[in-house]
């Protein structure tokens, strides 16, 4: 296989990461990283750190802003710039529902991090393993964000279309 090296953009939303962890981000950001161009292609990644007792906000995330069918004003934005992998990423729990296991089934955007126990700490770890596990994929821009954060998917869609290609690391803390 042939490898060919890409910048890769790291978008932050929500307010949760320490600045630690945002300058541990800043310097993966900037940095050139492998991919492998035959991998599935997409314009966004999105990192939602989650727990598995907010079914309801995954719920609300699923249909609502990430339902691109239902943004009347995505109709018109190229369908490359509407490929978007989510991965709502959980750190091993005891509390597991049926609900949750089934949730897993259904959708396929959920990744259990089994050797990483849910807590206070975890969410740097689940944001790190979600900037590796992305090498998989071909994108353009990685986005992390909460499962408690409502995104303007088509404003941001523009925004990113029309924004400047190289070094582009946005957010909030």
Not at 10 to 29: E, P
Not at 72 to 81: N, S, T
Not at 106 to 130: C, H, I, P, Q, T
Not at 141 to 157: A, E, G, H, Q, S
Request: include cysteine.
């Amino acid at each position: 296989k042939q490898w060919y090296q890409r910048r890769v953009r790291v978008i932050l939303t929500g307010s949760i990461l320490t600045n630690s962890t945002l300058s541990n981000t800043s310097r993966i950001s900037a940095e050139y990283l492998q991919q492998d161009p035959e991998t599935e292609a997409y314009f966004l990644v999105l990192a939602i750190p989650s727990v598995p007792g907010h079914m309801m906000q995954r719920h609300a995330i699923r249909s609502t802003w990430l339902n691109v069918s239902r943004w009347a004003a995505l109709q018109d934005v190229e369908q490359r710039f509407r490929r978007i992998k989510v991965m709502f990423i959980f750190a091993k729990t005891s509390y597991v529902t049926v609900g949750f296991k089934k949730e897993m089934i259904e959708f396929n955007d959920m990744f259990m991090l089994e050797d990483l126990r849910e807590g206070r700490l975890s969410l740097r770890y689940k944001v790190m393993w979600a900037l590796k596990h992305s090498l998989n994929f071909n994108y353009d821009y990685f986005i992390k964000t909460d499962d408690d954060i409502f995104v303007n998917l088509p404003l941001m869609l523009q925004s990113l279309i029309t924004s400047p290609s190289a070094r582009l690391y946005t957010g909030t803390c």
